[in-house]
């Protein structure tokens, strides 16, 4: 089974320690929901995984194979992909060049008109083909943007608040999306605030505060967990 092993990650911005001694395990075939209040370090922690910048110590191991020094496009090759916070698409490309963007990169040629559309059709966003990407709704550019993703057929799937900011209708297919991911010999790890949705669709929660994994485990591990039922469940503990 392949895992994604987080150990004794460190991140300092100048005096400020971003993430502290970090370390879990993401393994294949579960959802692990990375959860924490504003400024918890959840996304530093998916940027120093993916390679946009070093920890200061701690490593990275992906299949045994460690990556902590490897470039974000060295870790791409591997396998190993995210999709951002705030959306990163091309917004003056169609959502079908959008899309066959990562095709080009990782079909060969002959296959990447076929893909694009199988991925158009997959993602509900065939009727925008020929429309610019900057003109449709903020929840179809977060589909987009993980189809983008799914494009390169990660291994390792990072999801930095896909739900973030959109429509429930929206909302409930990027769910179904992600849950689809399950059973694919993927390695999935969502950033969600929504409980709701966390615990609908987590097999495994890390909790995050101020830089440290405060706690995890299985939904029911944490549901009872006191920081978190303070904190998001709202409950005097
Ligand atoms: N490149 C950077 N330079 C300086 N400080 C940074 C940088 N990136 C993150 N930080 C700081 O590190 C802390 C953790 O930020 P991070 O974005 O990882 O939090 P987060 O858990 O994703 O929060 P949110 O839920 O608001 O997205 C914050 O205080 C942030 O200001
Ligand atoms: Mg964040």
Same mark, same amino acid.
């Given at each position: 089974?392949?895992?994604?092993?987080?150990?004794?990650?460190?991140?300092?911005?100048?005096?400020?320690?971003?993430?502290?001694?970090?370390?879990?395990?993401?393994?294949?075939?579960?959802?692990?929901?990375?959860?924490?209040?504003?400024?918890?370090?959840?996304?530093?922690?998916?940027?120093?995984?993916?390679?946009?910048?070093?920890? *200061?110590?701690?490593?990275? $191991?992906? *299949?045994?194979?460690?990556?902590? &020094?490897?470039?974000? /496009?060295? @870790?791409?090759?591997?396998?190993?992909?995210?999709?951002?916070?705030?959306?990163?698409?091309?917004?003056?490309?169609?959502?079908?060049?959008?899309?066959?963007?990562? =095709?080009?990169?990782?079909? /060969?040629?002959?296959?990447?008109? #076929?893909?694009?559309?199988?991925?158009? *059709?997959?993602?509900?966003?065939?009727? $925008?083909?020929?429309?610019?990407?900057?003109?449709?709704? /903020?929840?179809?550019?977060?589909?987009?943007?993980?189809?983008?993703?799914?494009?390169?057929?990660?291994?390792?799937?990072? =999801?930095?608040?896909?739900?973030?900011?959109?429509?429930? #209708?929206?909302? #409930?297919?990027?769910?179904?999306? !992600?849950? @689809? $991911?399950?059973?694919?010999?993927?390695?999935?790890?969502?950033?969600? /605030?929504?409980?709701?949705?966390?615990? @609908?669709?987590? *097999?495994?929660?890390?909790?995050?505060?101020?830089?440290?994994?405060?706690?995890?485990?299985?939904? #029911?591990?944490? &549901?009872?967990?006191?920081?978190?039922?303070?904190?998001?469940?709202?409950?005097? !503990?």
């Amino acid at each position: 089974m392949a895992s994604f092993r987080i150990e004794n990650i460190t991140k300092a911005f100048g005096k400020f320690t971003a993430l502290n001694q970090v370390s879990t395990e993401l393994d294949e075939d579960l959802i692990s929901a990375i959860i924490g209040p504003n400024g918890a370090g959840k996304t530093t922690l998916v940027n120093v995984c993916t390679g946009m910048f070093p920890p *200061d110590s701690g490593g990275l $191991f992906f *299949d045994s194979r460690n990556v902590t &020094k490897q470039p974000s /496009h060295k @870790r791409v090759q591997l396998g190993i992909a995210r999709t951002f916070q705030i959306v990163n698409i091309f917004p003056e490309l169609t959502v079908r060049e959008n899309i066959r963007v990562p =095709l080009l990169y990782a079909r /060969h040629k002959t296959e990447v008109e #076929e893909a694009a559309d199988a991925l158009l *059709d997959t993602y509900g966003l065939a009727r $925008f083909r020929d429309t610019r990407a900057v003109n449709i709704s /903020h929840g179809d550019q977060k589909l987009l943007e993980m189809a983008m993703a799914i494009a390169v057929a990660p291994k390792v799937l990072f =999801l930095d608040e896909p739900t973030a900011g959109v429509g429930m #209708e929206e909302k #409930e297919k990027i769910i179904e999306t !992600v849950q @689809r $991911f399950k059973g694919k010999n993927m390695i999935t790890a969502i950033i969600e /605030h929504d409980m709701e949705t966390v615990f @609908r669709i987590a *097999d495994r929660i890390i909790v995050m505060n101020e830089g440290e994994v405060i706690a995890q485990g299985s939904p #029911e591990e944490i &549901k009872s967990n006191a920081f978190v039922r303070k904190i998001y469940l709202k409950e005097e !503990v």
